[in-house]
Each structure stands twice: as C-alpha cells, then as structure tokens.
C-alpha cells in the first residue's frame, strides 16, 4: 500500500490495482496536464493537475465503496476505473477537447484504446481485470459507472474543492464526506438518501457559482480561445497529426507552438500573457439564434466576414460561442418521503440557478487590443448586433482588480 500526501484529502491509502496504476505512462503522462488549462493566467496558484486529480477521484470512490458495501471484483473494476479516469485528457484539459474530437472522433471519456496494448492493460490483466469494462465505467455506463461519471460522482465532487483550493474561490467548498456516505442505489439509480435535499442543492451551487468566476473568467475563455487557434493551426500545418497531439502532455504542445512558424506568434503571446481583449462580450437574449447553432465551419465563415469588414487579418479575429446554458446536476436523484424524485422537482433553487445561469452566459469576439474598437464594429454589421447594448474591452493599461485581471 501506498500513502500519498495530498493538498486537498490529506492522506490518501492506495493499495491493489491503484497502486499498480499509478506508475503507468498512461498515468504519469497525468502530471503533465494542469487540471484548469489556462485559468493559471488568472489565478496564478492553479496549477494542479489531472494526477491528483484521480488520486482524488479514486480516495473519494474508496470511501463511496465502503459506505455502499461494494466489495470483490465490483469494487476494484471500480478503484481501476477512478484512477484511469482522466487518462484520456489532451493537453490543457478540456481546451482543446473539441479539436482533438472533430479529428479523432475520440473525447476525453472515451478510453478503450488507451487501456490496450500497453502496460495498464498489463497491470489489470494480473488483476483478472478486463480494460473494456473499466472503460464502460469510466464512460458512466451500466449502474456502477454512475459513480464515475454521472450527476452525483465523485468527479465533480473531487474537481470542484480541488479547484477552489487552487484558485483560492470559495465557492466550490462541498461537503464531499456527507455526499459519499448519503450515497444509495435505488432501483439501479445512484441517488442521495433521504433528507439530503439541501446535500444535492449544495453541489449544483457550488457549480453555479464556480463557473462565472473560475471556469467561464472571461480572461481564462480568451486564452483558451487563443490556445484553441494556435492549435488548429498547428494540425493545419501539418506539424503535428491529431492522433499525436491527442497523447501529448502540456509541455510538448507548448514547444509544437512555439517552434512551428505558423503558430510561434500565439506561442509568444500565451508564454508572456500578451493577450487579446474582449472586443465585444453579449448577452444570449442579443445573439441571432443563426450564431448559437452555428457549427465549426460557420463560426470560422463569421470570423472571416468580421476581419474582411473590419480590414484586419483573419488571425486578429475570434469568435468564441459557448454551448448553450445547462445544468446536469439538477436532474440529481433524491430521495423524499421514500420516492426517489429528480432535484429539480423538489428544489426552488433549480429554477433561480438556471435563470442566473442564462444571465451569465456570454458571448464574446476577441482581438489584438489596437484593433478590438474595429473589430467590434464589424462584428455588429456581420451578426447583427446592437453594440451600444453590448460591453466593449478597449481599455488602455494594466488592470489590476481580479474582474479585469
């Protein structure tokens, strides 16, 4: 048994199949993967990782295990399936996720390749440990695969007090000990057992109130933006192929940057924070609704219209839309009066949550600071927007308070 030290649990026992993980390729390469991207431009101290990450993932699964009275193959197919569960991340985490995906068909939970032919399928062979049912539950597939991934799992549990210790925000601060022993499995379902309405409301809030101040910073949205465009053109230029880039960790994407000729600029500019700025940053009720379902290709099209009306270089222009607002955690299963209920049925909190959700979501354009002024008011000839009712970031000099930061 190994005991590790860690920033958020403490302590953590891993011992069996864990164990033999840890020292995989598959689950080093994990250190070289911050957990946040590049939301460290914003907070300077979250630089953890994917590593203690799923040495977070597996703990709180183990203590889940117990409280459940999961024991035998069940369970260590399990403690497999909670360390193995980020091995399919590619650098930067989820930025570049949608890249990766449209050019290997493959997102980050989709891991059955990864966990043949090479030593993890060697270390959970000497556990009689078939791979393609740990991939199925890291997949969340099957009952037990709700653990994993699913509205209540210990992913979100773990990554939510995780990065709130990092970035030093208050607000992902769960009760993780509470949600893992009010865990039940209730007609195939993982649910929180009876009187935990509030137990399940704290985990979507705690969400809720991440996302506008950590996850979707509109400093963190920018550089990602700007990774996501370094990185299209990277694959581009032939650099390097997706199904590389895919098994690459930070470090090696970030020398591809900067030693290929068509991306060192970005390179240049992530590496010294030299960043674009919001040219315009709208609400969801002021975008047409031809731009919230428009595709890659259609996005890439609007910028092209957007730097031709504005005279400025196609690369000065990012149009970033997120997806549109949801809230998983709020078809949480609770138990009331004995009947397991959806949360958003019982909970008055579902419906002001998702309406401060909808509230926040922006849409934002970005580009070099000396010509965000043009580009905004191209971007409201080309999608039709209202600019005056708009925020527009052309502002002059170093800001210091953490909005602006």
Same mark, same amino acid.
């Given at each position: 048994m190994a005991t590790i030290k860690d920033s958020v649990h403490d302590h953590i026992a891993v011992e069996g199949v864990a164990e033999d993980l840890l020292d995989t390729p598959e689950v080093q390469r994990l250190r070289r993967i911050k957990q946040l991207g590049t939301a460290e431009l914003v907070y300077p101290s979250a630089n953890h990782t994917r590593f203690e990450h799923s040495l977070g993932v597996y703990h709180l699964a183990t203590q889940a295990l117990e409280h459940l009275n999961l024991e035998g193959r069940t369970a260590e197919r399990l403690r497999a399936a909670a360390i193995l569960h980020d091995v399919g991340h590619c650098p930067f985490s989820h930025n570049i996720e949608d890249i990766v995906a449209r050019h290997t068909g493959k997102m980050h939970d989709e891991v059955g390749d990864l966990l043949e032919g090479g030593e993890v399928e060697r270390v959970l062979a000497l556990h009689d440990i078939d791979p393609g049912t740990v991939a199925d539950l890291v997949a969340g597939e099957g009952e037990f695969g709700q653990l994993v991934s699913g509205e209540l799992d210990v992913d979100r549990m773990d990554y939510l007090v995780r990065?709130?210790?990092?970035?030093?925000?208050?607000?992902?601060?769960?009760?993780?000990?509470?949600?893992?022993?009010?865990?039940?499995?209730?007609?195939?379902?993982?649910?929180?057992?009876?009187?935990?309405?509030?137990?399940?409301? %704290?985990?979507?809030?705690? /969400?809720?109130?991440?996302?506008? $101040? =950590?996850? &979707?910073?509109? #400093?963190?949205?920018?550089?990602?933006?700007?990774?996501?465009?370094?990185?299209?053109?990277?694959?581009?230029a032939g650099a390097v192929e997706p199904r590389e880039l895919r098994r690459m960790d930070d470090r090696d994407l970030t020398v591809a940057l900067r030693t290929c000729g068509a991306t060192a600029e970005f390179a240049r500019m992530l590496d010294t924070r030299d960043l674009y700025k919001r040219a315009v940053w709208a609400e969801i009720r002021d975008v047409p609704e031809a731009v919230l379902e428009a595709d890659h290709e259609a996005i890439r099209e609007y910028e092209r219209d957007i730097a031709d009306r504005a005279n400025v270089d196609e690369e000065a222009v990012i149009l970033?839309?997120? %997806?549109?607002?949801?809230? /998983?955690?709020?078809?949480?299963? $609770? =138990?009331? &009066?004995?009947? #397991?209920?959806?949360?958003?049925s019982q909970s008055t909190m579902v419906k002001a949550l998702r309406r401060a959700q909808k509230e926040q979501w922006r849409m934002g354009v970005y580009a070099p600071e000396d010509v965000a002024e043009r580009v905004g008011q191209a971007t409201e000839d080309v999608l039709g927007l209202d600019l005056e009712a708009l925020v527009v970031d052309v502002r002059k000099g170093v800001n210091t308070t953490l909005d602006e930061y």
């Open positions: 990065d709130a210790h990092h970035t030093g925000v208050p607000y992902g601060t769960i009760d993780t000990g509470r949600l893992v022993r009010e865990l039940r499995f209730v007609d195939g379902e993982l649910v929180l057992a009876e009187g935990n309405v509030q137990t399940a409301e %704290s985990l979507l809030l705690a /969400r809720a109130l991440m996302n506008p $101040v =950590v996850y &979707n910073h509109h #400093v963190a949205r920018i550089s990602k933006a700007m990774l996501r465009r370094a990185t299209e053109a990277l694959l581009d970033d839309v997120p %997806s549109r607002p949801k809230m /998983r955690e709020s078809t949480s299963r $609770v =138990v009331v &009066n004995g009947e #397991v209920r959806k949360l958003d």
